[in-house]
């Protein structure tokens, strides 16, 4: 993820450069015109890696955000995140390079893309902002995943003993089997090799999002009715006070639904040209948007219409529904396999980001830049790079055991997704595009561009007032390697 700069010109951003010198070739029919190997993405490969990191396992927790809104707010909250998110991708993708669309510069990732278009301390911001955020979701991905990992073992527990025995159970050997299982993939070199990965985990994401919309359906059908009401839980289930810090929460769980811009240009640096690479995320992000919308409003509203004020957390880990029992083992193994590629999908910026800068750093060591060969039965020859080995393994440990120490980290990320929807999602995009459009200060679309930017910046502080007072709650009654459920 380089750029054909100077090592003079990078100095002033050494500590978030992620760039290395190269000598560009000509475009050719093995390389593009950076002088990189062909790129072979396409709109379906880049629908697949959107909708992998969209469609987390948070869907599941639409209806309790919906619940908290109501059938009139709930509904038209989301619709507008969407389409502030298909909006924002369309200015940020526009800004993969810098001047021509066609033979622009390339920026490799969402920082290259900062400092080409802005400068300054702004990268610094960016950077700090991308990385904790990646880092976050790894914690609460892993956390997600040993849950629905305990949800099949408790499934299967309360079938067994007829609903008698609690089931309560240790999340500690699902973290570490999440754990190991992303060391191995880690290994991967780049986000151009998870093509197959995204594909796998997009298809889970489809079909536990399909059960979860399908009992949906069938709950309401048993009842006869549409639970739930036009402005949310009632009072009187809630006390006042946090029927308004819980509508808040639902803002920001809403908004990290939607949340994909950080890793946007590392995907649109996997599309190949022709058509510009801006054509091709323009319609990989409808695509992405359109579908993740549909899912999210079916999964979120016959949620809340199936459970009304009692809509679940989680519709297929916190037992809103108990059979039938292995329907709910196959989706919630299907979320553990989408998260294990989300995972990755996410992770991916973040792991190059450290190990170009230590090849700055480090031009001369071959613990940093050797490759050795290695021929794996199978699979074909593998580059083993012993610094990526290593730095890759302890990274999942150190998210795994933060993960088994604060098991409600996941309202932590709540709010660490809530804090860079708007400077990752709204703020950067919208300043970019003016700075590269070189739209004028005052004209009408630089006063609309900024009214956006300004309301979502509202939403983004409302929400993460929500999450703090629902982290609060959280250390009053979890303590720290508290692990059974």
């Given at each position: 993820m380089g750029e054909n700069t100077s090592a003079e010109n990078q100095l002033p951003h050494q500590v978030f450069s992620v760039s290395i010198d190269t000598h560009p070739r000509s475009g050719s029919e093995w390389f593009d015109d950076d002088g990189r190997?062909?790129?072979?993405?396409?709109?379906?490969?880049?629908?697949?890696?959107?909708?992998?990191?969209?469609?987390?396992?948070?869907?599941?927790?639409?209806?309790?955000?919906?619940?908290?809104?109501?059938?009139?707010?709930?509904?038209?909250?989301?619709?507008?995140?969407?389409l502030v998110t298909y909006y924002t991708s369309i200015l940020l993708s526009a800004c993969y390079r810098s001047g021509d669309p066609v033979?622009?510069?390339?920026?490799?990732?969402?920082?290259d893309a900062v400092?080409?278009?802005?400068?300054?301390?702004?990268?610094?911001?960016?950077?700090?902002?991308?990385?904790?955020?990646?880092?976050?979701?790894?914690?609460?991905?892993?956390?997600?995943?040993?849950?629905?990992?305990?949800?099949?073992?408790?499934?299967?527990?309360?079938?067994?003993?007829g609903g008698k025995d609690p089931c309560h159970m240790n999340a500690y050997p699902y973290m570490i089997a999440f754990g190991i299982a992303e060391i191995l993939l880690s290994q991967i070199p780049g986000f151009d090799q998870l093509h197959w990965l995204s594909l796998v985990a997009a298809v889970m994401s489809f079909t536990?999002?399909?059960?979860?919309?399908?009992?949906?359906?069938?709950?309401?059908?048993?009842?006869?009715?549409?639970?739930?009401?036009?402005?949310?839980?009632?009072?009187?289930?809630?006390?006042?006070?946090?029927?308004?810090?819980?509508?808040?929460?639902?803002?920001?769980?809403?908004?990290?639904?939607?949340?994909?811009?950080?890793?946007?240009?590392?995907?649109?640096?996997?599309?190949?040209?022709?058509?510009?690479?801006?054509?091709?995320?323009?319609?990989a992000t409808l695509i992405s948007v359109a579908v993740t919308t549909l899912f999210y409003m079916f999964c979120g509203c016959f949620g809340y219409a199936a459970f009304g004020d009692l809509s679940p957390g989680n519709l297929l880990t916190g037992f809103g529904f108990y059979n039938p029992y292995w329907l709910l083992d196959i989706a919630n193994a299907a979320i553990v396999i989408h998260l294990v590629g989300a995972y990755q999908v996410y992770c991916q910026p973040l792991f190059a980001f450290v190990e170009k800068a230590a090849a700055r750093r480090f031009p001369d060591s071959d613990f940093v830049t050797k490759d050795i060969k290695i021929s794996i039965p199978g699979l074909g020859p593998y580059n083993l790079n012993l610094f990526r080995m290593i730095w890759r393994t302890l990274f999942v440990v150190t998210t795994t055991v933060i993960s088994m120490l604060l098991p409600f980290f996941n309202d932590i990320v709540g709010l660490l997704g809530a804090l860079g929807f708007w400077p990752l999602t709204v703020y950067f995009?919208?300043?970019?595009?003016?700075?590269?459009?070189?739209?004028?200060?005052?004209?009408?679309?630089?006063?609309?561009?900024?009214?956006?930017?300004?309301?979502?910046?509202i939403i983004t502080i409302a929400a993460a007032a929500g999450s703090i007072a629902g982290v609060l709650d959280d250390v009053k009654t979890i303590k720290p390697f508290q692990t059974s459920y």
């Open positions: 190997p062909k790129r072979t993405g396409t709109v379906w490969t880049a629908s697949a890696h959107i909708i992998t990191a969209v469609i987390g396992s948070g869907v599941l927790s639409l209806a309790w955000a919906i619940g908290q809104l109501g059938w009139i707010a709930g509904p038209a909250v989301m619709l507008l995140f969407s033979n622009g510069k390339r920026n490799y990732t969402y920082m400092r080409a278009n802005l400068g300054g301390g702004k990268v610094k911001i960016c950077g700090y902002v991308q990385y904790v955020n990646l880092f976050g979701v790894a914690i609460g991905y892993t956390i997600a995943s040993s849950i629905s990992m305990m949800a099949i073992k408790r499934s299967n527990c309360f079938h067994q003993s536990y999002s399909s059960i979860g919309l399908g009992l949906g359906i069938g709950k309401v059908v048993e009842n006869r009715r549409v639970m739930g009401s036009l402005t949310g839980i009632s009072i009187g289930t809630v006390t006042q006070t946090q029927k308004i810090w819980r509508s808040f929460q639902a803002l920001g769980d809403i908004a990290f639904a939607y949340s994909y811009s950080m890793i946007l240009i590392e995907i649109q640096d996997t599309v190949k040209a022709p058509p510009t690479e801006a054509k091709t995320m323009k319609k995009p919208v300043e970019m595009y003016i700075s590269q459009k070189k739209i004028p200060k005052w004209s009408t679309r630089w006063l609309c561009l900024q009214i956006l930017s300004v309301a979502c910046l």
